[in-house]
């Protein structure tokens, strides 16, 4: 039987790092309905509703990888570092709990891209043989801890076998 959920949550600079990667990105895809409205369709003689319907999905799209979307996921990460297992639970619709016997863990590392290293953030990535899991948004203070007490734990269980 599963114990609780896990009691660790990730960082809440996680809001601002995702607000930021989502307003990015949106304004990247932004300048494709942009671009058919003034350039392609006169060029062409195409419609230019198909651009402002472009214009409106992108909208819509932004305002959820922006500021919708952080707020869930914020809300339902959690993970949970034990003697014996990674317990990581995460999803907006649906809830995904995975446990990762430490006897199975072969590496962990930490990676951060230039948005979240602004925000002092990184991931977590623990690796199994068959598969890599993470933890998204942690200090990076506590991301290197983790990374350290993870290693630990699993080369005593890699010894224990």
Known sequence: MLESEPSERID????????????LIGIVIFSIPVAYIFLVSPAWNLPRNWG????????????WSAVIAPQLRIRFWRYEIRENEVD??????????TLIPMVRIQHVDTEHGPVMRFFGLATLRISTAATDHYIPALSREKAAELMGEIAALARVSDEDV
Request: charged fraction near 10%; charge should be positive.
């Open 12 to 23: 809440s600079r996680a809001l601002k790092s995702w607000f930021v990667s989502g307003l």
């Open 52 to 63: 402002w319907i472009g214009i409106a999905l992108v909208t819509v799209f932004t305002l």
């Open 88 to 97: 990581i639970q995460n999803g907006i619709f649906i809830i995904r709990r």
